[in-house]
T-cell receptor, first 110, second 116 residues
């Protein structure tokens, strides 16, 4: 069935470092792809999305490009901040349900 | 943005008792709500889809008699874990959908259930 695989954490970076969190997916059709973020003590929030191949989703300095040829949707940010510390979930939409990866915990050190 | 609340945030109960978890959409109406379960270092597992005024649709492997879901209004869904056992201890998360598209789901902060 459809699934999402993302890099295991935790990922620890210094402030202003470049961030990449890898995500690959398996799907029978052409799903929409998402990145969700969960800040401490809060619910999941949609960070960005892409609905078709070569689309780039972006928000708050984060970007991810829908790569059909590599079935990937890697999350990137050029310069992370302490406030970006959170858990990040890659996800896809299959049959109107959202399937999540296991999440990657990100720690940013000042 | 849209806000979804859950109550309680944490609950500890004895084995054999039942526990009710509430999920509310605070500033929008949700015809569809979802219940997820999250194990440590695991992804969110969809348990069931709850539609207002009708029976919930459970995912394969989820016991509907154990996890009772009621969606009696457009702003409230409840999950009752009946005859809880230690293996039911987990983090339960709800989400509410504001529109027809999957990306209009808004998530609650979760409820940590510990069964002794």
């Amino acid at each position: 069935g459809d699934s999402v695989t993302q890099m295991e954490g935790p990922v620890t970076l210094s402030e202003e470092a470049f961030l990449t969190i890898n995500c690959t997916y398996t799907a029978t059709g052409y799903p929409s792809l998402f990145w969700y973020v969960q800040y401490p003590g809060e619910g999941l929030q949609l960070l960005l999305k892409a609905t078709k191949a070569d689309d780039k989703g972006s928000n708050k300095g984060f970007e991810a490009t829908y790569r059909k040829e590599t079935t990937s949707f890697h999350l990137e940010k050029g310069s992370v901040q302490v406030s970006d510390s959170a858990v990040y979930f890659c996800a896809l939409n299959a049959d109107d349900k959202i399937i999540f990866g296991k999440g990657t915990r990100l720690h940013i050190l000042p | 943005g849209a806000v979804v609340s859950q109550h309680p945030s944490r609950v500890i109960c004895k084995s054999g008792t039942s526990v009710k978890i509430e999920c509310r959409s605070l500033d929008f109406q949700a015809t569809t709500m979802f219940w997820y379960r999250q194990f440590p270092k695991q992804s969110l597992m969809l348990m069931a889809t709850s539609n207002e005024g009708s029976k919930a649709t459970y995912e394969q492997g989820v016991e509907k008699d154990k996890f009772l879901i009621n969606h009696a209004s457009l702003t409230l869904s409840t999950l009752t874990v009946t005859s809880a056992h230690p293996e039911d201890s987990s983090f339960y998360i709800c989400s509410a959908r504001a529109g027809a598209r999957a990306d209009t789901q808004y998530f609650g902060p979760g409820t940590r259930l510990t069964v002794l």
